[in-house]
């Protein structure tokens, strides 16, 4: 199974120069939790989450309408391409403990993005020998991400 056979295909994005209350709308309007960040030929800058602007907003005595996105994406993308093995991409978010990989095609332009969301919906019970995605996996891959480094560790033993 490929990711092309996953992903979601239509993506809200921003620019860089767009201000937190847009990004804001944008993912209330697109129910969605993260941006592709994207530059003038439609190469992608970074990535912002709902997480991202909420710490941004809530560690800063300003309005969202006052902080770029530029200030607050992330530069560091992790990604796939349509044509890459489901398993590769989950392997990548593993790595990178991300729930979210944007689509990259080969000319360069963005055509979906791999959410976790969307692994699960398509997760079978008794995949068929390695073309699918079994329930194994997505709890493999998630058990992944939420186990954290040193700050996640500090922050649970805390609590």
């Avoid at 860089?16 to 209330?28: F, G």
């Avoid at 005595?61 to 990604?79: G, K, Q, T």
Wanted: glycine share 10%.
């Amino acid at each position: 199974m490929t990711v092309k056979e996953v992903m979601t295909r239509q993506v809200a994005t921003c620019r860089p120069e767009s201000n937190l209350a847009e990004a804001i709308a944008l993912m209330w309007e697109n129910d969605c939790g993260v941006l592709p960040v994207l530059g003038d030929r439609g190469e992608i800058l970074g990535m912002i989450t709902d997480r991202d602007i909420g710490v941004a907003l809530g560690t800063r005595n300003v309005r969202s309408s006052d902080v770029l996105v530029r200030d607050v994406a992330r530069d560091h993308v992790l990604l796939c391409r349509p044509h890459d093995d489901i398993h590769v991409a989950l392997q990548t978010m593993r790595d990178g403990k991300v729930r979210r990989l944007p689509v990259m095609g080969d000319r360069g332009g963005l055509e979906g993005i791999l959410s976790m969301d969307d692994v699960v919906l398509n997760a079978e019970a008794d995949p068929r020998m390695g073309a699918s995605i079994s329930y194994g996996d997505v709890v493999s891959t998630l058990r992944e991400i939420y186990s954290g480094g040193e700050l996640f560790e500090t922050r649970r033993s805390a609590a």
